[in-house]
T-cell receptor, first 115, second 114 residues
Framework: DTEVTQTPKHLVMGMTNKKSLKCEQH?????MYWYKQKAKKPPELMFV???????INESVPSRFSPECPNSSLLNLHLHALQPEDSALYLC??????????????FGPGTRLTVL | TQLLEQSPQFLSIQEGENLTVYCNSS?????LQWYRQEPGEGPVLLVT?????EVKKLKRLTFQFGDARKDSSLHITAAQPGDTGLYLC??????????????FGQGTILTVHP
């Protein structure tokens, strides 16, 4: 199974709402990532988990809160977002970076709209 | 900070034409990945190159990693409308503060007209 799944596919939320994005992989990967992508731009790294521990936070605002409950699951909790946070949110996974051949496998993304 | 300059940014061609996309950097990468992304979907990994001078072929797509591992190219022969999408190159790093990160190029939006 070489698939990363993400739910929901689409999400519309108000600035006062709390919602969560979910990601799951069954490839045995021990590194998982959250990216934010604006239209026609490359993905921007937000967070990296390695062995279920947060290893990289790219200075992301605290209204985004990641969680890695186990080696297969990754969540992104959202609270008090701004309209400029509207974007495609991508989850990815990879083997832990042993040789630098950092092949990341992406999910289909969650299209988030903040009203 | 490592940078990958990808060119061209936009490419609009007719079916059957050939094209080449370039990614260049002043930094050495331990690996180089190429992804293709369709609108509203996540990037799909096409290939990974890790050895300087390496050439890989995937049907009509040919990928090359520069000898010094600072640049890469993607060549598509006889493009088809199904090749339309955003192509992304991404450099991988083996250590230091960039450990585990990918450095993305700015992307090439390819449109192949029937």
């Amino acid at each position: 199974d070489t698939e990363v799944t993400q739910t929901p596919k689409h999400l519309v939320m108000g600035m006062t709402n709390k919602k969560s994005l979910k990601c799951e992989q069954h490839m045995g990967h021990r590194a998982m990532y959250w990216y934010k992508q604006k239209a026609k731009k490359p993905p921007e790294l937000m967070f990296v988990y390695s062995y279920e521990k947060l290893s990289i936070n790219e200075s992301v605002p605290s209204r985004f809160s990641p969680e890695c409950p186990n080696s297969s699951l990754l969540n992104l909790h959202l609270h008090a977002l701004q309209p400029e946070d509207s974007a495609l949110y991508l989850c990815a996974s990879s083997q832990v970076f042993l040789t630098g051949a950092n092949e990341q496998f992406f999910g289909p993304g969650t299209r988030l709209t903040v009203l | 900070t490592q940078l990958l300059e990808q060119s061209p940014q936009f490419l609009s061609i007719q079916e059957g034409e050939n094209l080449t996309v370039y990614c260049n950097s002043s930094s050495v990468f331990s690996s180089l990945q190429w992804y293709r992304q369709e609108p509203g979907e996540g990037p799909v990994l096409l290939v990974t190159v890790v050895t300087g001078g390496e050439v890989k072929k995937l049907k009509r797509l040919t990928f090359q990693f520069g000898d010094a591992r600072k640049d890469s190219s993607l060549h598509i022969t006889a493009a088809q409308p199904g090749d339309t999408g955003l192509y992304l190159c991404a450099g991988g790093n083996a250590g230091g503060t960039s450990y585990g990160k990918l450095t993305f190029g700015q992307g090439t939006i390819l449109t192949v007209h029937p």
